[in-house]
């Protein structure tokens, strides 16, 4: 009885990661029970199309360490290794962090761009396990953030921004700082 319990709660796993797009060679990573010409097959009947192929992406995370990596890349990265690792620590199974980790992601973000696919966050999850990725503390507002060696600059993506704007401000000249106050003197 528990055998089929089992079997059911991990196909309508799998049916959840296919809906949110995992590529059926990482579902059956998150769900080894299952094999792949099976998932292949209930990708198809889930998203109406065939699955993408070509390469899967980086398994450590990379695109979160690369010099393509922008502030906000970064910052969305660390909203989701945030939840990853507080449902790590909690015990989940990898395929339940992705899970709800990822549903957590599109809810915080709510109607912008998701600037991380679910296949991305799958390897996020790996390289979390495999503490390949890690979370370290901002020096200005404690917040922990996904530290890209390109990002290496003493902050959180949020408080790299606010200085960075304040010394573009300051380095303007005089007067034009003075008029962005004085709206209608010039
Ligand atoms: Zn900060």
């Known amino acids: 009885m528990n055998d089929l319990l089992k079997q059911n709660?991990?196909?309508?796993?799998a049916i959840e990661?296919?809906?949110?797009g995992l590529r059926p060679g990482f579902v059956q990573e998150a769900i080894p029970s299952f094999?792949?010409?099976?998932?292949?097959?209930?990708?198809?009947?889930?998203q109406g199309?065939?699955?993408?192929?070509?390469?899967?992406?980086?398994?450590?995370a990379k695109f979160l360490y690369s010099e393509h990596t922008t502030h906000r890349l970064c910052l969305h990265g660390s909203v989701l290794a945030c939840s990853m690792e507080r449902l790590l620590e909690h015990h989940f199974d990898d395929a339940l962090v992705l899970k709800y980790?990822?549903?957590?992601?599109?809810?915080?973000?709510?109607k912008g761009e998701a600037l991380i696919n679910c296949n991305r966050a799958w390897t996020m999850v790996?390289?979390?396990?495999?503490?390949?990725?890690e979370l370290v503390p901002?020096?200005?507002?404690?917040?922990?953030?996904?530290?890209?060696?390109?990002?290496?600059?003493?902050?959180?993506?949020?408080?790299?921004?606010?200085?960075?704007?304040?010394?573009?401000?300051l380095n303007r000249p005089t007067e034009t700082r003075n008029a962005l106050f004085l709206p209608g003197k010039k």
């Open 17 to 20: 990661l296919c809906q949110m």
């Open 126 to 133: 790996r390289a979390l396990r495999a503490k390949k990725l």
């Open 35 to 46: 094999k792949s010409q099976m998932l292949v097959g209930l990708y198809r009947k889930v």
């Open 101 to 110: 980790a990822y549903e957590d992601y599109l809810h915080q973000i709510a």
């Open 138 to 169: 901002c020096s200005y507002c404690q917040a922990r953030y996904v530290d890209g060696y390109r990002m290496r600059r003493n902050s959180c993506p949020i408080c790299y921004q606010l200085k960075k704007r304040r010394s573009d401000f």
């Open 9 to 13: 709660q991990d196909m309508a796993l």
């Open 49 to 60: 199309k065939t699955p993408v192929k070509g390469n899967m992406p980086a398994r450590d």
